[in-house]
């Protein structure tokens, strides 16, 4: 078993920064580099959207308005993923979910090619 758990979502003001974290664990679970690792978030009644994913050689993409705001980075040691999040809107209000899926150069996109994900933590952007 493959197991993720988010954690460092919350309430922040407009301009403000989180850094959301996704801790991998299980009995199957090698190495967080055995992946590619993504982050996705879901606003109510809405599908699941990619933010970015890294691949298992490092190379990230991000994409939409998070280009230039979110970072995604990984901590092999720890096991941990995580998700920088600068310069906060109140469209980033949202629940976020960090998800594994194969381990390939190709640069994965679709919610089908991710099968493990955790149990989502809330940003809630409000002035």
């Known amino acids: 078993q493959v197991q993720l758990v988010e954690s460092g979502g919350g309430l922040v003001q407009p301009g403000g920064s989180l850094r959301l974290s996704c801790a991998a664990s299980?009995?199957?679970?090698?190495?967080?580099?055995?992946?590619?690792m993504a982050w996705f978030r879901q606003h109510p009644n809405n599908e699941r959207a990619l933010i970015g994913t890294?691949?298992?050689?490092?190379?990230?993409v991000v994409h939409g308005d998070a280009v230039d705001r979110f970072t995604i980075s990984r901590d092999d040691a720890k096991n941990t993923l995580y998700l920088q999040m600068n310069n906060l809107k109140f469209d980033d209000t949202a629940l976020y979910y960090c998800?594994?899926?194969?381990?390939?150069?190709?640069?994965?996109?679709?919610?089908?090619?991710?099968?493990?994900w955790g149990q989502g933590t809330q940003v809630t952007v409000s002035s």
């Open positions: 299980g009995r199957t679970f090698t190495t967080l580099s055995d992946y590619t």
């Open positions: 890294i691949n298992y050689i490092g190379g990230t």
């Open positions: 998800a594994a899926g194969p381990k390939t150069r190709d640069m994965l996109s679709k919610t089908s090619d991710f099968l493990v």
